[in-house]
């Protein structure tokens, strides 16, 4: 499927986002993605994360706390609402990174809403999992 122009800067959003946090390593970079009230959802928080300096927190902790050796997304969908003003984002990942000197490799699936304000696209919710064992 072919993106429209929208359609790309959204998923350009997104990439760059990732690719700050799980890359770069330019974790000063991430409150300029998220929204002041940002909701996450992750598998290894029991409650939702609310707000931007919380999920900055959350992302820094987690790449700082491992050493990544592969990022990839796969599949993108951008779906539009509401006058190319609201985006969902899906995507599947797969991440591969060192912690505690072992190797962990996982694939899985991601989801994003973003919303656009002052012409700049802002994460307002995401939920990430990794694919369910058979």
Same mark, same amino acid.
């Given at each position: 499927?072919?993106?429209?122009?929208?359609?790309?800067?959204?998923?350009? =959003? /997104?990439?760059?986002?990732?690719?700050?946090?799980?890359?770069?390593?330019?974790?000063?970079?991430?409150?300029?993605?998220?929204?002041?009230?940002?909701?996450?959802?992750?598998?290894?928080?029991?409650? !939702?994360?609310?707000?931007?300096? /919380?999920?900055?927190?959350?992302?820094?902790?987690?790449?700082?706390?491992?050493?990544?050796?592969?990022?990839? *997304?796969?599949?993108? *969908?951008?779906?539009?609402?509401?006058?190319? =003003?609201?985006?969902?984002? =899906?995507?599947?990942?797969?991440?591969?990174?060192?912690?505690?000197? *072992?190797? /962990?490799?996982? =694939?899985? !699936?991601?989801?994003?809403?973003?919303?656009?304000?002052?012409?700049?696209?802002?994460?307002?919710?995401?939920?990430?999992?990794?694919?369910?064992?058979?």
């Amino acid at each position: 499927m072919a993106f429209s122009q929208v359609q790309k800067e959204v998923w350009e =959003t /997104v990439q760059s986002f990732n690719q700050a946090w799980a890359v770069d390593g330019d974790f000063d970079k991430l409150a300029g993605f998220f929204h002041e009230n940002v909701i996450a959802i992750t598998p290894t928080d029991r409650g !939702r994360l609310e707000g931007c300096d /919380v999920c900055v927190t959350a992302w820094r902790t987690f790449a700082q706390s491992v050493e990544t050796k592969y990022w990839n *997304e796969i599949s993108p *969908e951008v779906v539009l609402y509401h006058d190319d =003003t609201l985006a969902i984002v =899906t995507y599947y990942y797969d991440i591969s990174y060192k912690k505690r000197g *072992e190797s /962990v490799d996982i =694939t899985g !699936r991601d989801l994003f809403t973003l919303i656009k304000e002052n012409g700049h696209w802002l994460i307002i919710a995401n939920q990430f999992s990794p694919f369910p064992k058979k």
